[in-house]
């Protein structure tokens, strides 16, 4: 695809485009980071990028610019093909759809599927090998079911999801439309629900379910529990990254995202726009407030306010955290000056 042509199907996007320069107009055949990036390739930086000294040495074929003077100027000066747009990152994903489309597979059941007769599978889906969909199971239009899903009875799926290898919806479980659930994801699986006995742990039934709103993208390996009673959900747009568990009766917001290998107890409430870094932990019935963040590894156990951004174990407001770590260093030496005090003092 020439340089020219990408940037007309990128100026109805989002990204904002702004102005476009070619230097040449180069056929582009991929994309790559600027350090790698050949002649025939696509690259991008963004406002402030401390990899402008590498725009020097260079050989790509062609950059998305944000509206910074100094980029512009050695771009110019390079005789690069070039385009500012206001989010270039987001140009830059807008461009990868245009310079791979992605190739969607015709409509069909494979014929090693079972499918209850009792299932409806929706016009235009795709059902591949030895995909499994039980009694009473819904289907929508343009769904794409990759090898070896298991849907069991009485699942919804709606329109334009897909469901990639080895992916298990539970009984009960309801997906609105265009949601993906990748690889090895389990969705409605029982709840971690036991009650305590003089003779050992007696199971609670896990009778609810789990509704994931439009939207909504589960990584490979992620599982997401449905409770004794009620619902767990996944507010629309949230995107769940690999291996992440989500508890019991767990409620989430709109457009919120979770990062690999974070934890969530049972009755937990996030609100919308939450980000949770990789490995962070969230107690039992915590509460998180809008667009609120919380750092790797941080460990949140009661409430935090929405907006604010939290560190550490337990969580703490980031500015604190960031102080607390700069004094853990100077510990020591802090312990034996209070040790020699104390000696002088006792003297």
């Known amino acids: 695809m020439r340089f020219s042509t990408l940037i007309k199907a990128l100026q109805n996007g989002q990204a904002g485009l702004k102005q476009a320069q070619q230097g040449s ?38 950059l998305l610019l944000p509206d910074q003077e100094d980029l512009i100027r050695l771009a110019s000066e390079r005789g690069l093909a070039f385009a500012v747009f206001a989010d270039p990152r987001l140009a830059f994903a807008e461009a990868l759809d245009q310079l791979h489309p992605r190739q969607r597979p015709l409509a ?40 070896g899903v298991v849907i069991y009875d009485d699942v919804i799926v709606g329109d334009g999801c897909e469901l990639h290898a080895n992916a298990v919806l539970h009984p009960g479980s309801r997906l609105g439309c265009s949601c993906v659930v990748n690889s090895n994801a389990v969705v409605g699986s029982e709840g971690f629900g036991f009650v305590p006995t003089a003779t050992g742990w007696r199971k609670m039934p896990q009778t609810g379910q789990v509704v ?31 291996l992440v568990q989500i508890g019991h009766g767990v409620r989430t917001g709109r457009g919120c995202a ?34 609120a963040i919380a750092s790797s590894k941080s460990g949140i156990h009661g409430e935090v306010a929405a907006g604010e951004v939290v560190s550490g174990y337990p969580a ?29 003092t006792a003297q």
């Open 316 to 344: 703490i407001p980031n500015r604190l955290w960031l102080r607390c770590s700069a004094a853990f260093s100077k510990l020591p030496e802090m312990a034996k000056t209070l040790r020699d005090l104390k000696r002088i």
């Open 108 to 147: 069909g059941v494979h014929p090693t599927a079972v499918i209850d007769p009792r299932a409806v599978v929706g016009q235009g889906s795709f059902v591949a090998a030895r995909v499994c969909i039980g009694a009473g199971s819904r289907i929508g239009v343009d769904c794409i079911l990759h090898p």
């Open 25 to 62: 107009d180069p056929v582009l055949r991929g994309a790559a980071s600027l350090e790698s990036a050949s002649a025939d390739q696509l690259s991008f930086l963004e406002k402030g990028n401390t990899l402008i000294s590498a725009l020097s040495d260079s050989e790509v074929g062609a």
């Open 258 to 291: 979770l990062a690999s290998q974070v934890g969530i107890a049972g009755g937990a409430r996030l609100g919308d726009g939450v980000i949770l870094a990789g490995q962070v932990g969230v107690a039992n019935r915590a509460m998180i407030g809008d667009r």
């Open 212 to 242: 994931l709103e439009d939207g909504v993208e589960v990584g490979c390996g992620s599982t997401i529990d449905r409770p004794s009673v009620g619902e767990t959900r996944i507010g629309a747009g949230s995107k769940i990254d690999n």
